[in-house]
């Protein structure tokens, strides 16, 4: 075993998934509950046992709780962030219920990386913000494809309604100072994060990489729930509305 081998093996991969879950509870509080109501509405319409497609998938945080509440399901976690995926990989290392691709969703030919042809469920949380109305309405059109008929799509993510601006204003004033509140406590945010990432010996080489990718930080578009809603109904999904919400953030679901 080389000494890169052994410093592998040592990593708590464990601990790095924890830790990414809870600097993204620094921005989303209400995190857990949005993944709950995710999870009720596969089992009201595909099952317990289904095969899921994690979408943008990160350190696995939807696979792991598909794990937890249905044992019986399979998942193919797809991103192309690698510092991430190193996490995922290490965090589900032997379980075969689940895959891993590497795959850039603006490449119009990334479904063809996947071992299947179509999912019961595409699941996917704060991850798609990054992507702007064109790109994104063209992944939606992937999506439909992959999704089989009577399966579902569901994207929770920031959808900012810009006809609210004082509603809007408020809600992030509030949101902002709980968060300096729990900064100042000690919460770690993204880019503490990613230095700590970028100190460790063995996720050094992939975050480095996850940077000449994406550079420091870049959103999107962030349209409105009704915007979503049009455009999957559009690319050939039969209903779509959002299923939960909170201040900012909805839980979209699209049904084939």
Same mark, same amino acid.
């Given at each position: 075993m080389t000494d890169a081998d052994t410093t592998t093996a040592a990593t708590d991969w464990q601990a790095w998934q924890e830790s990414w879950d809870r600097q993204q509870e620094w921005y989303m509080p209400d995190r857990e509950e949005r993944f709950r109501i995710m999870l009720d509405m596969v089992e009201a319409l595909v099952g317990t046992a289904p095969r899921v497609l994690d979408l943008a998938c990160g350190t696995g945080s939807i #696979? +792991?709780? !598909?794990? /937890?509440?249905?044992?019986? %399901?399979?998942?193919?976690?797809?991103?192309? @962030?690698?510092? =991430?995926? $190193?996490?995922?990989?290490?965090?589900?290392?032997?379980?075969?219920?689940?895959?891993?691709? #590497? +795959?850039? !969703?603006? /490449?119009?030919?990334?479904? %063809?990386?996947?071992?299947?042809?179509?999912? @019961?469920?595409? =699941?996917? $949380?704060?991850?798609?913000?990054?992507?702007?109305?064109?790109?994104?309405?063209?992944?939606?059109?992937?999506?439909?494809?992959?999704v089989r008929d009577g399966g579902v799509f569901m994207n929770a993510d920031h959808m900012i309604d810009d006809t609210t601006p004082r509603i809007n204003a408020a809600e992030r004033a509030l949101r902002h100072a709980h968060m300096d509140r729990a900064r100042a406590d000690g919460a770690v945010d993204w880019a503490d994060w990613w230095q700590l990432a970028a100190q460790d010996p063995v996720l050094a080489g992939p975050t480095a990489r996850r940077f000449e990718i994406y550079g420091e930080h870049a959103d999107g578009d962030m349209p409105a729930p009704a915007w979503h809603a049009r455009v999957l109904r559009e690319k050939g999904f039969g209903e779509a509305r959002p299923v939960w919400c909170s201040p900012s953030d909805t839980l979209l679901l699209a049904l084939k």
């Amino acid at each position: 075993m080389t000494d890169a081998d052994t410093t592998t093996a040592a990593t708590d991969w464990q601990a790095w998934q924890e830790s990414w879950d809870r600097q993204q509870e620094w921005y989303m509080p209400d995190r857990e509950e949005r993944f709950r109501i995710m999870l009720d509405m596969v089992e009201a319409l595909v099952g317990t046992a289904p095969r899921v497609l994690d979408l943008a998938c990160g350190t696995g945080s939807i #696979t +792991a709780r !598909l794990f /937890d509440r249905f044992p019986d %399901a399979t998942t193919t976690g797809v991103d192309l @962030d690698p510092a =991430l995926l $190193a996490i995922a990989e290490g965090t589900f290392a032997g379980d075969d219920r689940v895959s891993f691709v #590497t +795959a850039d !969703l603006k /490449d119009p030919e990334w479904p %063809a990386k996947l071992p299947y042809d179509s999912y @019961d469920a595409v =699941l996917t $949380a704060t991850a798609l913000h990054w992507l702007h109305r064109e790109p994104l309405a063209d992944l939606y059109g992937h999506i439909a494809g992959l999704v089989r008929d009577g399966g579902v799509f569901m994207n929770a993510d920031h959808m900012i309604d810009d006809t609210t601006p004082r509603i809007n204003a408020a809600e992030r004033a509030l949101r902002h100072a709980h968060m300096d509140r729990a900064r100042a406590d000690g919460a770690v945010d993204w880019a503490d994060w990613w230095q700590l990432a970028a100190q460790d010996p063995v996720l050094a080489g992939p975050t480095a990489r996850r940077f000449e990718i994406y550079g420091e930080h870049a959103d999107g578009d962030m349209p409105a729930p009704a915007w979503h809603a049009r455009v999957l109904r559009e690319k050939g999904f039969g209903e779509a509305r959002p299923v939960w919400c909170s201040p900012s953030d909805t839980l979209l679901l699209a049904l084939k």
